[in-house]
């Protein structure tokens, strides 16, 4: 079974400063998804940025970027120029592909905290 | 356009009682998830409708769990003989397409339903 594993339960970063966001999954499948979300305090939670595993480039959306390692089944989250409104809870998620299941797989969060 | 809504957004009910928690997906998405998500963890998925089919209730914790689409619209998730460990937050999401081949589209969120079982 797939695991998604999130070790930060919090982090800070000053607004304007970069920070990055740690996740890491287990997997013995060789092609799957992986995502970023994030759920402010209204709850509903928005797709951040998304990698397909066969593609090997890392993925970017605007301030947003992710540092794909698969072979050390590494999914990190880079936040640049972090804003205020970048304050949410973050989760990393994965979903396989084309195995019949269309389970999303969740880590359990980091909670980032931007100072002004 | 509207969002996934979801009613009510908080519900409090007594345990061994019957709930209904409602979902109102974007016009026009085939795909919908059923979530749950417990204090303090991430999003566990129930269920995933393939417009009025469930094609995955594998995640559906036991047989109180129930889900229904039957116009391949609206859903409802219904949880019979609730119990204090059903208390979380119910999450619904709708995509456009749900898989096919160019892989999962963008899935919308809906604020969730608060259940409290006292």
């Known amino acids: 079974a797939q695991t998604v594993t999130q070790s930060q339960p919090e982090m800070s970063v000053q607004e304007a400063e970069t920070v990055t966001l740690s996740c890491t999954y287990d997997?013995?499948?060789?092609?799957?998804?992986l995502f970023w979300y994030k759920q402010p305090p209204s709850r509903q939670m928005i797709l951040v940025i998304r990698q397909e595993a066969y593609k090997q480039q890392n993925a970017t959306e605007n301030r947003f970027s992710v540092n794909f390692q698969k072979a050390a089944k590494s999914f990190s989250l880079k936040i640049s120029d972090s804003q205020l409104g970048d304050a949410a809870m973050y989760f990393c998620a994965y979903r396989s592909v084309g195995s019949g299941t269309y389970k999303y797989i969740f880590g359990t969060g980091t909670r980032l905290k931007v100072l002004a | 356009g509207a969002g996934v809504s979801q009613t009510p957004s908080n519900k409090v009910t007594e345990k061994g009682k019957y709930v209904e928690l409602r979902c109102d997906p974007i016009s026009g998405h085939t795909a919908l998830y059923w979530y749950r998500q417990s204090l303090g963890q991430g999003p566990e998925f129930l269920i995933y409708?393939?417009?009025?089919?469930?094609?995955?209730d594998s995640g559906l914790p036991n047989d109180r769990f129930f889900a229904v689409r039957p116009e391949g619209s609206v859903s409802t998730l219904k949880i019979q003989r609730t119990e204090r460990g059903d208390s979380a937050v119910y999450l619904c999401a709708s995509s456009s397409r749900g898989t096919g081949g160019f892989g999962p589209d963008t899935q919308y969120f809906g604020p969730g339903t608060r259940l409290t079982v006292l």
């Open positions: 997997t013995s499948e060789s092609d799957y998804y």
């Open positions: 409708f393939q417009g009025t089919g469930a094609a995955d």
